[in-house]
């Protein structure tokens, strides 16, 4: 029999089986934003969640998983966009990596981290280039990889990088409206210039216009029934990236 000191110290078995974590890092679309304008879609309905019940559900040799739901409406990868902020009657900063570095940290120890930016890089007045877009996703790439050299560890290696391209946008009254003229042709180029990027960074990209569409309603958001296919190509791809 155990002593009482013995048996409040965790086995080895038990550790093993912590729950592995998972930072969605992402805008209105992680976030949750309802295309009809509503507000947020339901906590049990949009994406992040979804993907933390499916893997969970999955539950190989009885791991759990924990996802960190962190979108931010207008959110870019590194532009200030006052303009953005103000569409939603804030006045706080859009920008990625100024976020990043805090909610990575905030949620350690991570073993994966999915960048889903871009969307809103698109907008007309930020006059970016698809490839200008890009390359801010390579600057968040690097950021991650950064974090891991100072606070707790959980392995030898930082996290692993999903890389998501955004959904095509559409040209609707309301996504005009927020800025996004001209913004269909650039989104479609994002998926093929991620994917290069995410070979160059050895890092996992995963192309959301192979799997859903953005709501005609404006033109810009995952209605409820992208929900899951969204999360379940994520689940499928991240047990077989994540130590």
């Given at each position: ?31 949750g934003m ?186 810009v958001h ?22």
């Amino acid at each position: 029999m155990l002593s009482s000191d013995q048996a409040s110290i965790p086995s080895l078995e038990a550790e093993s089986m912590e729950p592995k974590s998972i930072l969605c890092f992402g805008d209105s679309n992680t976030w949750g934003m309802a295309p009809d304008g509503s507000g947020r879609l339901p906590f049990e309905t949009r994406w992040p969640n979804r993907l933390q019940q499916i893997l969970n559900q999955q539950n190989p040799h009885h791991q759990t998983w924990t996802v960190f739901e962190q979108g931010l409406n207008s959110r870019t990868w590194v532009m200030d966009d006052p303009l953005g902020a103000v569409n939603y009657g804030g006045d706080y900063s859009c920008n990625g990596r100024q976020d990043l570095p805090m909610i990575l940290h905030s949620c350690k120890p991570l073993h994966v981290v999915i960048l889903a930016l871009g969307c809103n890089d698109c907008k007309n007045h930020l006059n970016l280039s698809a490839e200008e877009i890009t390359s801010g996703a390579k600057i968040l790439i690097h950021d991650v990889r950064m974090s891991y050299q100072c606070g707790p560890r959980n392995s030898n290696h930082p996290p692993a990088i999903v890389l998501v391209s955004p959904g095509v946008i559409q040209t609707t009254p309301q996504s005009l409206a927020w800025g996004f003229k001209g913004a269909t042709a650039k989104s479609r180029l994002l998926p093929s210039l991620y994917r290069n990027l995410a070979e160059q960074e050895s890092v996992c990209c995963f192309d959301l216009q192979t799997v859903a569409e953005t709501s005609p309603l404006d033109g810009v958001h995952f209605g409820a029934d992208q929900q899951d296919p969204i999360a379940a190509g994520l689940a499928a791809l991240i047990p077989t990236i994540a130590s």
